[in-house]
């Protein structure tokens, strides 16, 4: 594993060890007493602050990468050219150009590459792609996303990558969004076209804090996407909404709760969070690279949202 920052704590780092035929052997952090704190909290057996010693160590079979992406494309090149399959954190990269070179990569090495877009392995999220299996709303006509946060502390700190483009590709929209629209993309299929816009309000940090975006999917179904993260703390909102000719599906992003609007009547049905957000999917990434599944979220998955992404934020029209 390389990176031992915040979402690896929980989310991820501990499931390695929870899926069948897998074991977190070593990890990497350029700060020497942050990655020996995180390996021996962990009980993992070896811990670097070189990139290329944990890369090459005899007992690594496979590369988690969960650093910052501007650092993703060369850690995964390095990965993938001795052969070492890769699981990398989403954003998968900090532009397309840099995605399409990473899938390159793997098609040429034929070395497997996985895009932790792991709300596609969550019970709640394979629900709602059940419901739209069965046509339980009926044909759906339009899609919408709503998501208003205020800002936090210190939001521009150097501390804070996430809003510093050089590092992350973009602000807080590129962390955020990779895995709203990826539903988007595993519901309803790929984007025919699409355009948005980009504004930096509040000027509290150098990324853009306001993203609009329009995309037509397959089947005449219309997208439209706001991101606000100037708002007040009682504005905070996080929708994710299907229409259909004979209802709505709704429910958070980053919550727990689906409700469902048909024939007048609202039901909601909950889940429970799970321990680590990323242990499904893992499960399903070792069996890939064991040659015992199939690839959970390919880089020509990511590449969806990523071109997105950069339109909405960018103005590269489709």
């Given at each position: 594993m390389i990176g031992c920052g915040s979402v690896t704590e929980v989310k991820s780092g501990p499931a390695f060890n929870k899926v069948p035929n897998s074991k977190l052997m070593a990890v990497m952090r350029r700060d020497a007493e942050k990655v020996k704190d995180y390996a021996q909290r962990h009980h993992v057996p070896y811990y670097f602050t070189n990139v290329d010693e944990l890369i090459n160590h005899p007992?690594?079979?496979?590369?988690?990468?969960a650093t910052p992406p501007k650092f993703h494309a060369a850690y995964a090149e390095k990965a993938m050219k001795v052969g070492k399959p890769v699981y990398v954190e989403k954003p998968m990269a900090l532009?397309?150009?840099e995605c399409e070179t990473m899938q390159q990569i793997s098609n040429t090495t034929g070395v497997k590459l996985v895009v932790a877009h792991y709300r596609r392995a969550l019970p709640l999220f394979l629900k709602v792609k059940s419901l739209l299996a069965e046509n339980y709303i009926g044909v759906v006509k339009q899609v919408n996303i709503k998501m208003f946060k205020q800002p936090?502390?210190?939001?521009?700190?150097?501390?804070?990558w996430r809003v510093f483009p050089d590092l992350a590709g973009g602000g807080l929209f590129?962390?955020?969004?990779?895995?709203?629209?990826?539903?988007v993309f595993f519901y309803f299929?790929?984007?025919?076209?699409?355009?948005?816009?980009?504004?930096?309000?509040?000027?509290l940090y150098p990324a853009e804090d306001n993203v609009q975006g329009t995309m037509q999917l397959d089947n005449d179904i219309i997208f439209n996407g706001v991101?606000?993260?100037?708002?007040?703390?009682?504005?905070?909102?996080d929708v994710f909404e299907i229409v259909g000719e004979d209802g709505k599906i709704l429910f958070p992003v980053f919550g727990n709760d689906i409700t469902i609007e048909k024939n007048g009547v609202e039901e909601i049905?909950?889940?429970?969070?799970?321990?680590?957000?990323?242990?499904?999917?893992?499960?399903?990434?070792?069996?890939?690279?064991?040659?015992?599944?199939?690839?959970?979220c390919s880089a020509m998955d990511a590449l969806q949202s990523m071109r997105v992404m950069e339109a909405f934020v960018y103005g590269a029209n489709k």
């Open positions: 007992e690594v079979d496979a590369i988690y990468i532009n397309v150009a936090s502390k210190n939001c521009g700190s150097t501390d804070n590129y962390d955020l969004a990779p895995h709203q629209l990826d539903l299929g790929d984007a025919i076209s699409y355009h948005g816009k980009s504004e930096n309000k509040a000027g991101w606000d993260f100037t708002v007040a703390a009682e504005l905070e909102k049905i909950h889940f429970d969070p799970p321990m680590h957000n990323q242990q499904n999917l893992i499960d399903q990434v070792v069996s890939y690279f064991l040659g015992n599944g199939v690839n959970p």
